[in-house]
């Protein structure tokens, strides 16, 4: 190998560096030239999908253009209550429940009390027999009917009763209409305004007898001229099996005590009620509840606590004048404190005033006063049962 001087080293080291720095440069160029050709794409793919154009926020390129896009049913899915899974109260696996318009807007009316019309919102009340038993239970009842007679086909059409315990409103009420399953007469409507068409969607008889019969089992039942009630509740629970029904009650007619009480003198319901000063409720037509409300109070006014005197409430009947009967309630009547010797004045000056009362009301102790100055020694004179006369006064029709 031929030896190289000095210069020709130099040489050769300089082209070695230039070769080097020629074979960097081609790398460096390379390098440059891809990194801009990716850039270039990057670019080019980041600017496309900053374009409105070419983006698709809501997905549309995946759907397929031959299936439309399903539609919500909006009124049924309103309708619905969805589970919130934040919400701690409720499970997570809640069924979803669905309640329909007329659901919401039937559950906010009140029954109105218009029975001339269909009307769906009564609402039967049964209560069980919870006072069943105690001693003092008494049911003020009333019915109402297609017509007069039980025997000829005519049905109850509603029930009204008011539980009353030691002579105290209890609270219960029962109160129920009834599909007679037949047709009434225009001039029965027009009593009780209960129609036809209101009756249409109530239950038959048979489908509350037990509730009823249970409910009244074992009471006392008060009714105004009670034997008609009392024989269409007979017949109607004959027809269902229910056949002792009058044997398991006690019945008190009050139209019977207030003839007592007042001979001679109207005695229906709305009478009493001017009567008594009692129950002064509107009673254009007869509901049987209505009805038993108002004869409770009538009832409990003419069975305890004052009695009205009706001595100088005369009425006419046919052309005679006719007063008070209240022998019957003698066992109620207190002893005065005051002496017997006032008593006897006071029986004196009224004979003496009325010189004809013994003729035209039956005083026994009297028969006719010739002198009615004589009148209290006549009053001190013992009778049959060995007590003053003026022990004997009373008044009868």
């Not at 696996?93 to 218009?114: N, Q, R």
């Not at 009362?357 to 010739?370: E, K, M």
């Amino acid at each position: 190998m031929a030896t190289q001087t000095p210069s020709q080293k130099q040489q050769s080291q300089a082209q070695e560096i230039e070769a080097r720095k020629n074979q960097a440069q081609k790398m460096n160029d390379h390098s440059t030239t891809d990194y801009l050709s990716h850039s270039s794409a990057v670019d080019s793919a980041q600017s496309t999908s900053d374009d409105w154009l070419f983006s698709d926020p809501l997905g549309f390129d995946d759907v397929v253009a031959d299936e439309p896009y399903p539609i919500e049913d909006n009124d049924n899915t309103m309708n619905q209550t969805f589970n919130d899974p934040l919400d701690q109260n409720m499970p997570v696996d809640a069924p979803i429940v669905e309640t329909t318009e007329t659901e919401l807007v039937e559950a906010e009316i009140e029954f109105d009390g218009d029975t001339s019309r269909a009307n769906p919102h009564f609402k039967p009340l049964l209560p069980k027999p919870i006072h069943s038993g105690e001693s003092g239970r008494q049911l003020i009842m009333d019915t109402e009917t297609t017509g007069l007679d039980a025997l000829k086909g005519d049905r109850i059409i509603e029930v009204g009763i008011v539980e009353l315990v030691n002579r105290k409103f209890t609270g219960e009420k029962l109160h129920v209409y009834i599909n007679p399953q037949r047709g009434m007469d225009e001039e029965v409507i027009r009593v009780h305004g209960i129609s036809e068409a209101f009756l249409a969607d109530k239950p038959t008889f048979d489908k509350v007898a037990q509730q009823l019969y249970d409910f009244m089992l074992g009471a006392e039942v008060i009714a105004h001229n009670a034997p008609f009630d009392i024989s269409f509740l007979s017949m109607e629970f004959d027809k269902v099996g229910l056949t002792d029904f009058a044997e398991k009650i006690t019945v008190t007619d009050s139209l019977v005590l207030a003839k007592q009480q007042y001979p001679g003198q109207k005695n229906t319901l709305d009478a009493l009620v001017r009567r008594l000063n009692v129950g002064k409720m509107d009673r254009t037509f007869h509901g049987a509840l209505l009805d038993s409300e108002i004869l409770a109070e009538v009832y409990l006014a003419m069975t305890g606590g004052q009695v009205a005197l009706a001595i100088d409430e005369d009425i006419q009947t046919e052309g005679a004048s006719s007063h008070a009967n209240f022998s019957h309630l003698a066992d109620k009547l207190l002893a005065a404190k005051a002496q017997f010797n006032d008593h006897v004045s006071w029986v004196a000056k009224l004979v003496g005033k009325h010189p004809s009362l013994a003729d035209t009301q039956g005083i026994t102790c009297f028969h006719q006063v010739v002198d009615p100055q004589s009148l209290p020694s006549m009053l001190y004179q013992k009778s049959a049962t060995q007590q003053p006369l003026a022990h004997n006064l009373y008044l009868s029709s």
